[in-house]
């Protein structure tokens, strides 16, 4: 069982920067994709960012540019660098993970942006 663990969220001003972690209980050298999405009030969850075992990235179109998503297998953690941030962005953010069939879900760090 490999468990995910969210870390970074916060309350800041539009134009600012956030660094998001997800930490896993084992190694993600095995993992076959690993990804951040977010879920906003009243809006279904979304892919932001994703990152391939061969280390391929895939941004949603509304991050490019501002949003990079990076592994570092040595630490088993993930992260997402985001910067410029909007208003829009607010949401919980999740961490996903891919093993084999089965799917890892962090339980979700709260991100706001103030206007």
């Known amino acids: 069982v490999q468990t995910l663990v969210e870390s970074g969220g916060g309350l800041v001003q539009a134009g600012g920067s956030l660094r998001l972690s997800c930490a896993a209980s084992?190694?993600?050298?095995?993992?076959?994709?690993m990804g951040w999405y977010r879920q906003a009030p009243g809006k279904e969850r979304e892919l932001v960012a994703s990152?391939?075992?061969?280390?391929?990235?895939d941004y949603a179109d509304s991050v490019k540019g501002r949003f990079t998503i990076s592994r570092n297998i040595g630490k088993n953690t993930m992260n997402l660098q985001m910067n410029s941030l909007k208003p829009e962005d607010t949401a919980v953010y999740y961490c996903?993970?891919?093993?084999?069939?089965?799917?890892?879900w962090g339980q979700g760090t709260q991100v706001t942006v103030s206007s």
């Open positions: 084992r190694s993600i050298f095995s993992m076959k994709v």
């Open positions: 996903r993970g891919v093993l084999g069939t089965a799917t890892f």
């Open positions: 990152v391939s075992a061969g280390g391929s990235t």
